[in-house]
């Protein structure tokens, strides 16, 4: 199992950006894929971005193409979102997630390991 760590997870206004880090220990990270979700309240956990474990390969939902990036350096053990003109409805909790040899899936149950969550809030 890997364990994942999620920061950079703030307050900001409509239009700003954010970095959110995902750091891991334990196995060896690039043997994973990783993804990047979310769940606002009362809502269901969705998929935002997913990356192969070489970062040649990456895929986003539909609401975020465009705007967010997702990254890793396999040498620090970490992958990265960058979200650039946030708007309102993407306030939520991101969890990032592990899924050991895969390529990249949109879909949550394909992963086994999950951060704690940080939580992003955009204003209007």
């Known amino acids: 199992q890997v364990q994942l760590v999620e920061s950079g997870g703030g307050l900001v206004q409509a239009g700003g950006s954010l970095r959110l880090s995902c750091a891991a220990s334990?196995?060896?990270?690039?043997?994973?894929?990783m993804g990047w979700f979310r769940q606002a309240p009362g809502k269901e956990r969705e998929f935002v971005a997913t990356?192969?474990?070489?970062?040649?390969?990456?895929s986003y939902a539909d609401s975020v193409k465009g705007r967010f990036t997702i990254s890793r350096d396999n040498a620090k053990n970490t992958v990265y979102l960058r979200m650039n003109s946030l708007k309102p409805e993407d306030t939520a909790v991101y969890y990032c997630?592990?899924?050991?040899w895969g390529l990249g899936s949109t879909i949550k149950a394909d992963y086994g390991s999950w951060g704690q969550g940080t939580q992003v809030t955009v204003s209007s």
């Open positions: 990356i192969s474990w070489s970062g040649g390969s990456t």
């Open positions: 997630a592990a899924q050991l």
């Open positions: 334990g196995r060896t990270f690039s043997s994973y894929s």
